[in-house]
């Protein structure tokens, strides 16, 4: 089992900056990935930003330039930068982390972003 918990959401002006943390505990050498996503109210659950073990990432096209994804391997914890922060940024962002037989995720953290 994977314990994800992040933290670090709140309310911020648009051109704002927050940074996320995700903290894993558990079984994480059997982690392939990690990732945040986000949801906003009514739609659905769309990647945001995702880091291999190795350091791979890759970021949505919306977020490119602005939300930036790294990991600390030491402290086993995920951080999503969010820099120039959007109005329609506003979500519930979550932490996720992959493995070859199954997903854990956070319990998520809102983000909203005001104009």
């Known amino acids: 089992q994977v314990q994800l918990v992040e933290s670090g959401g709140g309310l911020v002006q648009a051109g704002g900056s927050l940074r996320l943390s995700c903290a894993a505990s558990?079984?994480?050498?059997?982690?392939?990935?990690m990732g945040w996503y986000r949801q906003a109210l009514g739609k659905q659950r769309d990647l945001v930003a995702i880091i291999s073990s190795g350091g791979s990432t890759h970021c949505a096209d919306s977020v490119k330039g602005r939300l930036t994804i790294s990991r600390d391997n030491a402290k086993n914890t995920l951080y999503l930068q969010m820099n120039s922060l959007k109005p329609e940024d506003t979500a519930v962002y979550y932490c996720a982390a992959h493995s070859n037989w199954r997903d854990y995720w956070g319990q998520g953290t809102q983000v909203t972003v005001s104009s």
């Open positions: 558990g079984s994480i050498f059997n982690i392939n990935s």
